[in-house]
């Protein structure tokens, strides 16, 4: 059996250890997790002018992943919240739950040594790890048109995006980019037209950004996003993405005024597809949790059960 606190070498970490054996589907801190904590970490955080600390979450095969996924996270938090009351200016630069996806042993398997967190503290800014490239083997063709400037630019935000899809192996590969060539009178007309965001129709605001030469160039497999000043609906409400197109003519609309993760979440409903449930979901480290200002994940990820999904749309091509 683990030990409850195991230490971590050969790190350039002040101090690190695996913190073991969270009891089976919960992320409370054990008695032995908070002494190490309060006794070893604390005195070091409080002392440095610029304290860091990275926190990594596991957990064991036992269970069904998604659950697993978000536990991970939770347990990570758990350390997290604890680490905050030593000293209000320390950070965390990598806060990551990976569940149960680096986890070894057979399909039950409930080690307590996965049922764990890394905690690695550090008294100034650790040196950022060279990321490894994921082995892409599907990708989705991007074509950016922009009628507004947005708050998140649009290289941001695909960026961002990249980050998500990263985990399910997809490249979202940059096909062009255009600012469309609306005057005046189209930015009145696009302000003012209908956005309402249905499945399997373009919106009437999305038939004139077509109109205006929008998916000139664009395959058939490939997705369009528009950025657009605002999207209200009929109704009057208004949102930040909306992922509604004809089928077979995959588009996206992101508002001017969009989050850091309004693209990536608008794209999951193009290649989840209309008929996939739950349509939102309910976990805020997850990309399709509305609306995407709550999520808290750093980098909001995918459930499985989302992961093939959509890796098997006709918009998810092989590289």
Sequence with gaps: MALDVQPITGSLARVAARLCNFHTGHASLLPAHLDWLDNTVAPLVRAASTPWVNIIGYASHLGDASFNQKLSFQRCEAVRQRVKTYNPRVAFPLEQGRGETESTGGVNDNSGYWRAVDVFVFDFKPP??????P????????????????????????????????????????????????????????????????????????KLLDLLGGRQGVGPTDVVVYYVNQLKEK?????????????????????????PWTLAHELGHVLLGPSFRPVHHPDKINIMFAPTTGITAPVPAFTPEQVTRLRASSFCVAV
């Design 128 to 133: 950022k790890p060279p990321t490894p490239k």
């Design 135 to 206: 082995n892409y083997d599907r990708k989705v063709r991007l074509h950016f048109r922009s009628t507004a400037m947005p708050v998140v630019p649009e290289l941001t935000a695909l960026e961002n995006a990249q980050k998500v899809y990263d985990g399910c192996r997809v490249l979202l590969e940059f096909a062009s980019g255009l600012s469309m060539g609306a005057n005046a009178v189209d930015l009145l007309m696009l302000d003012a037209s209908d956005a309402t965001c249905n499945w399997d129709d373009a919106s009437d605001q999305q």
């Design 235 to 259: 109704a009057g409400n208004k949102l930040n993405g909306c992922a509604g197109h004809r089928p077979g003519r995959a588009a996206v609309a992101v508002a001017a005024g969009g989050s």
